[in-house]
């Protein structure tokens, strides 16, 4: 079984030691890299090509949220998480346009990191469904002006997958709507991230309001 | 008959003998006559009496026979005799003088002085009833004119001729001729009399101008003393009387006396008031100490009475004056202490900037001497960059005495160093003053630089405070949060990895985790209220977004927030100055307001960003200095102030007693 793939990056030597251990605990999950600033997060995620990416917002230099918005420049493929201390709405907001698939607290447990990266592996949701509403409320009122509605390269299918994520199904409960395999919808939603060059159901469904696939009657 | 009369003679015409005895006797009369007429010419030309006058003629036209009797009466304007003479009439006039002198006139005057040719009466005695002369004529008759010359009638010539000759026109026109001498006569003497009294009027004219003058004179004198002044002029006074050598002056003015060595009571005093300033202080008093001549007037004439007023007047004149000029001088001696001693520098500048007058102080600012400086232009003191705007303040027509300028300049010193001077510059009241502008300079080259000081060490206290704050902060977000992360999860693991651990113990692990993840949150929250690390991570707008949303879910307070223009990025300094402003002002608002709602408008112009908050609470009266802000304790504010400064904004509070507070600040690009 492969491994994901998870690259740290955190100014903080402890700190990311600490968590390089919680994540080597398991068995599926592996550090390919290790970075103390944005900058080397960036290179080494260009390089190194992992999964999934955690990175501090606090380092010096290039912080988490810029070195998130290069790394999805060149790696769009890679899922974001941010570690961080503070969750305060600015924050949010802040690293979900620069396209981060979630955050975590800096507190959080090794259970929930873990398996938030498995999560957003598997292209579950990493955002609560709460935040997640205000997330698309706050950008519905700073993006209205959009210009010309891009064409949905999305099949029909993808789309109503798309909607069940972005109103806060996890991939069972999809599942189970549309009849469908876990494992299925799962590959759909891989699609869906290659299509659209993201690396989370986030930034997925975030994109896909942005460009007015979706609108705020589909996600309430 | 002809005769030739020349040269008052009475020629025979050659050729011709009368021996006629009549017209020899004729003869012989004009011969008398036109002696007696050249006697009265001689009279004429010398007597200056009419008395002497009137009677000589009469005598002389007596005497010689031509006639028998003259009487003349001088009358005035009504007709009353004034004077009388006559020759050959005796005691018998009297009655006729008696009559005279109740204004009636015999017949033959009133019908003389209606006529300018003589009026013969043939025959007196029975012609003249009412004449009391009538009976002197015996047989002869009368011949009678007025006195008259140059239009004006004097009198009346009467006299007794034969009767013949009465009726001979040459005689008549003789006797008329006679009469016009004599009317001559009294004219010029008329004229002397006049001549002389005008004369003498211009004599004493003289006298009270040159009294006057003379105190004018003596007033004027350089040094003189009210006391020598009224020593001198009373002295002078008695010499403008009519009587110097009997008069004797007195001046009593506010209590002193002056007095003419020879003064005593005197028996004939003539006195006026001395009046100064509306008030009684003395009088002036002139007094003859003996008796004059008697005059019809009194002992004084009208003109003295005159002059002793015009002294009096001229004495209060001077004293009034010279009590202002005093006024004046202590008033200018005091303006003048106050001008020397002033701490600041004053000059006093004629209209094109030359200086006139300075003071003391001003040696000290510009390090010249007073005889440097007068006389030179002002406008030399002071940088050449700075005379361009000096001009336009001394050369612009300032109206009226508030409307003083006050500006800074930059003044060169003479040993070269430069001195920051406040100056006021005013206009001088007065046209007449040679000086027009008072300059009076302030050196506040110390006050500047305190204050240049000050505003330098405010701004490193700032940045100082900031640096320890994020150092504070960074330590506390590195270290002890990290820690406190750190052990929370490391707690978590212990609860998760030890299944076989006591209920009792994974709730007592729990506990401490939930502890340890408060104190986290505390820390964090200290942290970020220190320095937050979204305005470093995030930018200006999303930490201004952050503190509107914390004074809601911390205070209660609603928060809108307005934006307009495209968002960019100021200098960090900047960025984190308006925070911090803002952060200040929300805390004011918190503390004092008792508002319940804050609106925020962040403008992002093209020179710059302008931030407005305004509050809907009680408001506060803002005060207009920075020192009556310190006073009341408002340092909030004066921090404020200081901190849009160092990176040059401005801040402007309004404010009004129930009305809310707005705050404004605008930061240039």
């Known amino acids: 079984m492969n491994k994901i793939q998870v690259v740290l990056a955190d100014d903080h030597m402890l700190f990311r030691e600490g968590t390089r251990r919680v994540i080597e605990q398991e068995p599926d999950l592996e ?190 | 008959m002809d005769h030739i009369a020349q040269n008052g003679f009475a020629h025979s015409v050659p050729g011709r003998t009368y021996s006629h005895p009549q017209t020899e006797e004729k003869l012989r009369h004009l011969n008398l006559v036109l002696q007696a007429m050249r006697d009265i010419n001689q009279l004429i030309i010398q007597e200056t009496d009419r008395r002497r006058l009137i009677t000589h003629t009469c005598r002389i036209l007596v005497k010689t026979r031509s006639y028998y009797n003259v009487w003349v009466a001088l009358l005035d304007g009504m007709g009353k005799l004034t004077m009388a003479a006559q020759a050959g009439l005796g005691k018998s006039f009297s009655a006729m003088r008696r009559r005279l002198r109740k204004g009636s006139l015999p017949q033959c005057a009133r019908a003389a002085l209606r006529e300018s040719v003589p009026i013969v009466t043939a025959d007196p005695a029975s012609d003249c009833r009412d004449c009391p002369l009538a009976q002197e004529y015996g047989g002869r008759g009368g011949i009678t004119a007025r006195l008259e010359y140059a239009g004006r009638v004097y009198g009346l010539l009467c006299a007794s001729i034969p009767l013949d000759l009465a009726s001979d026109p040459e005689e008549r026109t003789l006797f008329m001729e006679t009469a016009q001498d004599i009317g001559l006569g009294l004219h010029k003497i008329s004229l002397e009399e006049e001549r002389r009294q005008a004369e003498q009027d211009v004599e004493k004219r003289v006298r009270e101008i040159t009294c006057l003058y003379t105190i004018a004179d003596i007033s004027e004198r350089p040094g003189i003393t009210q006391k020598e002044l009224c020593q001198q002029v ?48 003395g009088q002036v008093e002139v007094g003859y100490l003996g008796n004059p001549p008697t005059c019809d007037e009194g002992p004084f004439l009208k003109e003295e009475e005159r002059l002793i007023e015009a002294v009096a007047e001229q004495l209060g004149r001077i004293t009034e004056h010279a009590i202002a000029e005093e006024a004046l001088r202590h008033s200018e001696s005091r303006y003048r202490a106050l001008f020397q001693s002033a701490g600041e520098a004053i000059f006093l500048c004629s209209a094109d900037g030359t200086i006139i007058s300075v003071n003391r102080a001003c040696q000290a600012l510009t390090g010249r001497s007073t005889d440097r400086l007068e006389g030179t232009d002002i406008r030399q003191l002071f940088s050449p960059s700075e005379r361009d705007f000096l001009n336009r303040l001394i050369t612009v027509e300032t109206g009226g005495e508030d409307s003083a300028q006050v500006e800074e300049f930059r003044m060169v010193r003479s040993d070269g160093a430069e001195a920051i001077v406040r100056l006021t510059i005013a206009p001088l009241p007065g046209t007449d003053l040679p000086a027009a502008l008072q300059v009076i300079a302030l050196d506040v080259t110390e006050e500047r630089r305190l204050r240049q000081n000050m505003q330098y060490y405010i701004g490193q206290i700032t940045r100082a405070q900031e640096d320890e704050r994020l150092r504070i902060s960074r330590e506390l977000h590195d270290d002890t949060a990290q820690t406190l992360a750190g052990l929370s999860r490391d707690l978590g693991l212990v609860i998760s990895r030890s299944p076989g651990l006591p209920e009792a113990a994974t709730a007592r692990l729990d506990d401490l985790r939930r502890t340890v993840d408060a104190a986290l949150e505390g820390v964090r929250r200290f942290s970020q209220d220190l320095r937050p690390s979204i305005l470093d991570d995030l930018g200006l707008l999303p930490a201004l977004e952050w503190l509107v949303s914390k004074l809601e879910t911390e205070y209660g307070i609603k928060g809108k927030l307005i934006l307009t223009g495209e968002p960019y990025r100021l200098l ?98």
């Open chain 1, 31 to 220: 550090v390919t890299g290790e970075a103390s600033n944005g900058e080397e997060a960036v290179r080494l995620v260009s390089q190194l090509r992992p999964q999934v990416a955690i990175l501090d917002i606090a380092m010096p230099g290039v912080n988490g949220i810029e070195a998130a918005r290069e790394i999805k420049a060149r790696n769009p493929s890679t899922a974001i998480l941010i570690l961080t201390a503070y969750d305060n709405d600015q924050y949010i907001y802040a690293m979900l346009e620069a396209g981060a698939a979630g955050y975590l607290l800096k507190n959080v447990d090794a259970e929930e990191l873990t398996s938030a990266i498995r999560a957003v592996h598997a292209g579950e949701a990493v955002l609560h469904p709460a935040i997640a509403r205000k997330v698309f409320g706050h950008f519905a009122t700073t993006h209205s002006a959009a210009a010309a509605t891009p064409p949905c390269t999305l099949s029909d299918r993808e789309m109503e997958i798309l909607k069940l994520a972005a109103r806060g199904m996890n991939n069972q409960e999809i599942a189970r709507r549309l009849f469908l395999s876990r494992r299925t919808v799962q590959s759909h939603l891989g699609n869906i991230f290659s299509k659209m060059n993201v690396g989370s159901r986030t930034e997925a469904t975030l994109q896909a309001f942005n460009m007015g696939w979706l609108s705020t009657e589909d996600i309430s």
């Open chain 2, 234 to 281: 009373v002295q002078i006074l008695p010499q403008s009387w009519q009587y110097p050598d009997i008069a004797c002056a007195r001046i009593t003015i506010g209590g002193r006396e002056f007095v003419t060595p020879n003064y005593r009571e005197p028996a004939h005093r003539q006195s006026t008031e001395l009046v100064v300033n509306g008030e009684m202080m």
């Open chain 2, 572 to 669: 960090p300094e900047q960025e984190l100055s308006v925070f911090r402003i803002v952060q200040e002002a929300f805390s004011n608002v918190r503390r004092h307001s008792g508002a319940t709602a804050v609106d925020m408008t962040i403008d992002f112009g093209e020179d710059a960003v302008t931030v407005i908050l305004s509050d809907n609470g009680r408001g506060f009266s803002v005060p207009s200095r920075a020192s009556d802000l310190v006073r009341s304790g408002r340092l909030g504010i004066v921090g404020m102030r200081e901190r849009a400064r160092l990176i040059s904004g401005t801040l402007i509070v309004q404010s009004d007693i129930g009305k809310g507070t707005t705050v404004t600040l605008r930061v240039p690009r």
